[in-house]
Structures are given as structure tokens and as C-alpha cells.
């Protein structure tokens, strides 16, 4: 059981950052593979990144790429994104994701994970 709790949301203009933080229950953190997805009003839910138990891959869908960079510490069950020159278009709901590093089925679908932590809302002005 995995227990994920966001932080670092917020209201940032048009080519800010933001930086968000999620914290993991457990002694396991390393075990599970960690996702950030987001969802706007009437949206599906989708990826932003991906990162792997060591944190030696990574994916990012085209929308993020270049802008966004996921990281984790698993010394402090954490793991971060970091937003660049965001745009209107990245306002939505954040979330972190987890599931175990053994599980199949597309990392990229948020059906395949397990626990999810409550959101975090990023609000972009233009």
C-alpha cells in the first residue's frame, strides 16, 4: 500500500515555473514505477511524465517535452516535476501516480496504475 500526498501547486503566468512535489508513503518507494498526470474540465486523464525505480528513464509525451523534467529522490520516497515555460493550455489538475515496477500494460495509461495521491491544481494565465 502506497499513500501519495502532491504539494506545490498553484497560479503562474504564461512562461513561469512551477515545481511539484510528491511524497510516498512506505518503505517500497523504489519499487514502483512514478507517473504525473494531469486532467482539465471535461478531459481525459492524461500522462505528462513517467520515471522508472531508479530514475534512469523517463518519458514525456510531445505536449511536455523539453518543458517538463521528472526526478525522484528515493532517500526521501519522493519524486518532483518540474515545469517550464508553462502555457494556458498546462492548467489542469496534477496528480502522481504509482504502480508496482512489475505490473504490465502501457505506462503512458493511467488504468494501470494503483495509487494515486489527491491532486494538485496548476493554474496558467496568459
Known amino acids: 500500500q502506497v499513500q501519495l500526498v502532491e504539494s506545490g501547486g498553484g497560479l503562474v503566468q504564461a512562461g513561469g515555473s512551477l515545481r511539484l512535489s510528491c511524497a510516498a508513503s512506505?518503505?517500497?518507494?523504489?519499487?514502483?514505477?512514478m507517473g504525473w498526470f494531469r486532467q482539465a474540465p471535461g478531459q481525459e486523464r492524461d500522462i505528462v511524465a513517467t520515471?522508472?525505480?531508479?530514475?534512469?528513464?523517463?518519458y514525456y509525451p510531445d505536449s511536455v517535452k523539453g518543458r517538463f523534467t521528472i526526478s525522484r529522490d528515493n532517500a526521501k520516497n519522493t519524486v518532483y516535476l518540474q515545469m517550464n515555460s508553462l502555457k494556458p493550455d498546462d492548467t489542469a489538475v496534477y496528480y502522481c501516480?504509482?504502480?508496482?515496477?512489475?505490473?504490465?500494460?502501457?505506462?503512458?495509461?493511467?488504468?494501470?496504475?494503483?495509487?494515486w495521491g489527491q491532486g494538485t491544481q496548476v493554474t496558467v494565465s496568459s
Open positions: 501516480a504509482a504502480r508496482p515496477t512489475t505490473k504490465s500494460g502501457s505506462y503512458s495509461s493511467f488504468k494501470t496504475y494503483d495509487y
Open positions: 512506505g518503505r517500497t518507494f523504489s519499487s514502483y514505477l
Open positions: 520515471i522508472n525505480w531508479s530514475g534512469g528513464s523517463t
